[in-house]
């Protein structure tokens, strides 16, 4: 089958009692076994729930894993992750990871011996300077969360297979049907299925695929034991929304090539964020590694903060707010959203500046974007 087709047709678990086409939601938190040895497959719903499932074995499907547990959120699928390792373990990161990755990391699992090295992924060399004896794990985040920075996922598994790291990659900015990170090497793939996965904005949630046993083993253990699974409601909506992930990663890029474009040649921008771009640094590596170059972009604006907000009061399309992957287009602010929790030093360390919007780029008709944008950057 081909992924627009799977997206539709996998794991759909269809209800035999009525024949309906679509995956019934099993609210039920509990399940009645026939006798001491004996159940349907499904016990208790925080260990499994035959919703969740089906979206889980969609997922798995879709990023080429042997295994997914749908989480929470984003978040609760990046903790989990995170139980791959153990105190002690050092795990080398982008320098501009999401915001609320840095945190847990720095914050919360830093605390706990944890250890974390943050380094700018398109360099190479950094990663191989980072490595101590300790190093058993490299978090790759590409495109990278504002500023659209693309990591050689092949490069970055092969150093991590010199050393014997595990790699995990967040895929959240591109989602499966664009870019596969495991088809480059990388052992786990998590998602915030928030964004493009679930693409309506009405469900927060995650997900982990591992491609091995032992990782999928752990994951499904630590996910029931942290007790941070994904509700069957919350599933059955993912489930809804992936079956058009393809035509709306279409309609998404379309969009936000249309406002790259227009960005470009505005006289109030000073710089454009994009992949897409041919004078994008990383414009090849996009064109090699991903299957398109997505709807995320981040543009810096002349005139810092003021001419920040003038613009981002003055759009009427694109609503200021956080978050992405959604069909409505969405600006944002870093410095004060996304990334507000990063210190100064670390946002400057990364290149992330008073003057940079970020963009998330809907399905809305182009031309509405671009005359939207413009009036606004206009005002
Ligand atoms: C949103 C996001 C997360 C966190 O996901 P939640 O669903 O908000 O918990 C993690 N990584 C990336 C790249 C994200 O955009």
Redesign the pocket.
Known sequence: MQFETRCVHVGVNKDSTYNSCITPIYPSSTFQWDDLETTKGFDYTRSGNPTRQALEQNLAALEGGIDCRAT???????TSALHLFKPGDHIIAGND??G??YRLFADVYSDMGYKFSFVPMTDLDAIRSAVTDETKGIWI?TPS?PLLNVTDISAVTGIAREIGATTVA?N??LSPYLQRPMEHGVDVV??????YLNGHSDV???CVITSQEDHAERISFVVNALGVSCSPFDAWLVLRGVKTLGPRMEAHQRGAMALARMLAEHPRVERVYFPGLPDHPHHELAKRQQGGFGAMLSFDIQGGREAVERALTRTKLFQLA????GVESLVAYPVVM?HATMSEEARQAAGISESTIRVSVGIENPDDLVADMHQALDA
């Open positions: 929470a959120t984003g978040m609760a699928a990046i990871i999401y609320g990755t985040e969360n967040d959240t900015f998590i998602h915030s299925t928030t964004k927060v949630g995650g956080e978050s992405l992957g996304s």
